[in-house]
């Protein structure tokens, strides 16, 4: 199968790389969810926060990169958009050793939003390469990365599973049904990461923890845009009805209950 | 008054649950059967810098507060006892001793490696005929001019044969009674050091006991800890932060049980519901929680009062006693509500209860700590 995204890099490119990793805060996965009164939103009163854990890998293996790059990588910078209470996960990232942090003073109303607001801030830094998570565990929204490359208008690859160097370009690995496909893109360019990324979420060491006291944490203003979406309702699904327990002599009974009740015959 | 823990506090917590409960857990069992060390996850969790987190960045340590090791030798603990004592002996018998009572020379040479985690200490002080009764040491020190030399059986001893480095107790001028008690840094290679076999213990098996004898082992002058005759207040100084330690870990066999044994009442059912609608038995939940809940503040007011430079001997042997204590009540109940399940290894309560019969008796019995808790109490 030809490759209409293979490019051939410049190689004196392939120095003083910046990574911008997008992170997202999503409450713990093992959170019992509950709704607000009016079913509008998510009540998050005594949710424990983390880092999304597709953004998790992907923080995980910008570090891997930066340490075997020989210096060629430069600096990883986390971002986030979100209120004060996204903190903790930007300096989780920071302990786990990126170099700088930002946070998008914003409330995260959605995917366009969000990308939108990244975009800005990655006009004005500029980045060779963008990690963003496949999509993040909460509203599993699944767009920021591709909605970034497009306000970007640079290229972005989806469910890429592994990133590596060959020679002086990035190489990917896209799973894909029945198989995978390796491919590079011009830089800049979006990754759009999914598990297998990196194996395990790194843990921060105790030194990385103190380092991370002093490494900076920008608070950037938002910039003016409108979201173009609003949750109308959630709905929680129903909770499954108990198991009937059909004799196994019985079978008259099961057609009846498969029929009438089950709806499936 | 404050409760919360702090942000850096609630991510020290999480990477050790997170190392617990992703590597820990996968070989957990099979080493405690086959009483093997964890050498390599003694090696992350050094990586990691949970061997030194107590000691100052300055001496090559991860500078964290002593509540932040509450919580991480918690979370070590619900998992594998074996290790977090690596950990506890490491941190805040060895280094601690090292930090606050060594000199420049020897923080340079010994500690630093220590809070690095490269290597790992030992404190031995405990003998045959003198284990709650630190002043009979019989293990001598004879002042050489130059050098000391030792001679005598230590017994007990955590990390025996894992740690490079020794602090060993020994009795210099026996005439003096305490006062003639020495502390010294022993490198394990030293001729005359040998090691009697591993002990085959009951719990914590995959911890590394041995005892270990001196003959005429030459030790430098400059390898005493403090002035002369200062060893029996090193030892007791050391042992009070080491209590904050065991306290931790007993803490964290018990909140470990008590998390295996409530899920396990969620997933189990009998005569028609989950047996934790029964009431004998979430009553059962219920106590261990509130026991749970006790260890862990008086646990973190030990380590609170440490950090802020305030007098914790009493606290910590509070700590101490009651975590021990709670944490063989609750690893019992554990394996009784598990039933049968409890009672086989797969299911890790009955190991939990027995690394935590162990919490009662070293770095002070239980019995011990109450001597000190009562005596303060004539203060």
Not at chain 2, 287 to 295: G, Q, S, Y
Request: net charge negative; proline share 4%.
């Amino acid at each position: 199968m030809s490759n209409p995204m293979k490019t051939v890099f410049h190689p004196l490119k392939f120095k003083n790389m910046k990574i911008l990793v997008c992170i997202s805060n999503v409450p713990d996965t093992t959170t019992k969810i509950k709704l607000s009164g009016d079913k509008k939103s998510v009540d998050m009163t005594g949710v424990q926060w983390v880092i999304n854990p597709w953004d998790e890998l992907a923080l995980t293996r910008a570090m891997e990169l930066k340490e075997k790059s020989g210096g060629k990588i430069e600096k990883v910078t986390a971002i986030t958009v979100g209120d004060k209470i996204c903190e903790p996960i930007l300096r989780k990232a920071l302990a786990v050793g990126a170099d700088n942090a930002v946070r998008i003073d914003a409330v995260a109303s959605d995917d366009y939003y969000v990308a939108a607001q990244m975009a800005e801030y990655v006009k004005k830094e500029s980045f060779d390469m963008i990690f963003a998570g496949i999509e993040s565990s909460d509203y599993n929204g699944s767009a920021v990365g591709s909605m970034l490359s497009e306000f970007l208008d640079i290229p972005s690859i989806s469910s890429v599973s592994n990133v590596d160097f060959e020679g002086d370009s990035f190489v990917m690995k896209r799973t894909i049904d029945g198989g995978s496909e390796t491919v590079d893109a011009a830089l800049p360019m979006v990754a759009v990461v999914q598990k297998g990324i990196a194996i395990d979420p790194r843990i921060p060491a105790m030194r990385g923890i103190m380092m991370a006291r002093k490494k900076p944490l920008s608070v950037e203003a938002p910039v003016d845009i409108e979201a173009t979406s609003e949750f109308i309702e959630f709905e929680m699904p129903q909770p499954k009805p108990p198991v009937k327990m059909v004799d196994a002599e019985n079978v008259g009974e099961l057609f009846s209950l498969l029929h009438e009740e089950a709806k499936v015959l | 008054m404050n409760f919360e823990y702090s942000e850096e506090q609630i991510m020290i917590q999480q990477a050790a649950r997170d190392y617990a409960q992703r590597e820990l857990i996968k070989d957990v069992t099979e080493r405690d059967e086959k009483a093997e060390f964890p050498t390599e996850h003694i090696k992350n969790l050094a990586e990691l810098g949970f061997l030194g987190m107590l000691v100052g960045e300055e001496w090559d340590g991860g500078g964290m507060d002593t509540v932040s090791y509450v919580l991480a030798m918690e979370e070590i603990s619900k998992v594998d006892a074996s290790a977090s004592v690596v950990m506890s002996v490491n941190n805040s018998l060895v280094c601690y001793g090292l930090e606050k009572y060594g000199t420049d020379a020897q923080r340079e040479k010994y500690l630093k490696p220590l809070a690095r985690g490269e290597k790992i200490g030992a404190f031995l002080l405990s003998e045959p005929e003198a284990g709650s009764d630190a002043t009979k040491q019989r293990t001598t020190a004879v002042d050489k001019g130059d050098h000391y030399l030792i001679n005598g059986t230590k017994n007990w001893i955590t990390n025996a044969n894992s740690a490079s480095t020794y602090l060993v107790i020994a009795h210099t001028h026996p005439e003096k009674g305490h006062r003639g008690i020495n502390a010294f840094i022993v490198e394990k290679d030293t001729p005359g050091i040998t090691l009697g076999p591993h002990e085959n213990k009951m719990g914590m098996r995959s911890s590394d006991t041995h005892s270990v004898m001196f003959t005429d082992v030459i030790v430098p002058k400059e390898n005493r800890i403090g002035e002369d005759g200062f060893g029996f207040k090193f030892a007791m100084k050391t042992l009070e932060g080491g209590r904050i330690g065991i306290a931790s870990q007993a803490l964290g066999l018990a909140s470990g049980a008590l998390e295996r044994a409530l899920q396990y009442s969620l997933e189990r059912k009998a005569f028609g519901t989950e047996i934790f609608n029964h009431q004998s038995l979430a009553f059962k939940l219920s106590d261990m929680a509130v026991k749970v809940e006790n260890a862990r503040n008086l646990c973190i007011k030990a380590a609170w009062l440490k950090d802020q430079g305030l007098p914790y001997g009493t606290a910590s042997a509070m700590a101490k006693q009651y975590a021990a204590d709670i944490a063989m009540e609750v690893t019992t109940e554990a394996v009784q509500i598990h039933g049968g399940y409890g009672y086989v290894k797969e299911y890790h309560v009955e190991r939990l209860m027995r690394e935590a019969k162990l919490t009662q008796i070293y770095e002070g019995t239980s019995e011990v700590q109450k001597i000190i808790i009562s005596r303060s109490l004539l203060k």
